[in-house]
């Protein structure tokens, strides 16, 4: 059984992802995440004591799900944004100690 979409598949609600065809790639509902949420996330991750899709790693950083979700789904786009752009001010510096 398929479902009637009466002509709206690029359409949305907007509670969920949708499709913008003119933009050619998925865009999601955004959620605001802080570098303070990511340091959080990263020193749990550096610690290395969990598998960072257990809820016990999720716990240990503090952070609810959706904040904590959203920074796995999208890790690449946080690091790059929070952690590499220091590592370019701050040249050669290691930043693995900050946390």
Sequence with gaps: MGF???GLEDEC????TYWNKEEG?????????SEEEFVAYEAVRQLGYF???DSAARESSGLDVETYNEIIDNYDVYHKMYIKEKEIN????KLNNIY
């Design 4 to 6: 009637d979409l009466h």
């Design 25 to 33: 790639n998925k865009e999601m509902k955004k959620i605001q995440i």
């Design 13 to 16: 609600c907007e509670e969920c």
């Design 51 to 53: 598998n960072m899709f």
């Design 90 to 93: 701050n040249g050669d510096k």
